[in-house]
């Protein structure tokens, strides 16, 4: 039972610290979260950093 509870609290600070990550992320590179390459989803307009929905 003690082993599932540190695998489960494991996971739980992994989770904890990704998300910590991306808002750090988001506040030092808001470019980031624009579309970087070629995922067949959106149209970028690369020239100006832009989305195109």
């Known amino acids: 039972m003690m082993n599932q509870l540190l695998v489960l609290l494991a996971i739980v600070a992994l989770c904890a610290g990704w998300a910590v990550f991306q ?3 988001a506040r030092h ?3 980031a979260n624009r579309c970087l390459r070629n995922c ?3 149209n970028c307009d690369k ?3 832009t ?3």
Request: aromatic share 6%; glycine share 14%; charged share 25%.
């Open 40 to 42: 067949g989803t959106c």
């Open 23 to 25: 808002i750090w992320l």
């Open 47 to 49: 020239s100006r950093g």
């Open 51 to 53: 989305i195109d929905l």
């Open 29 to 31: 590179d808001p470019e």
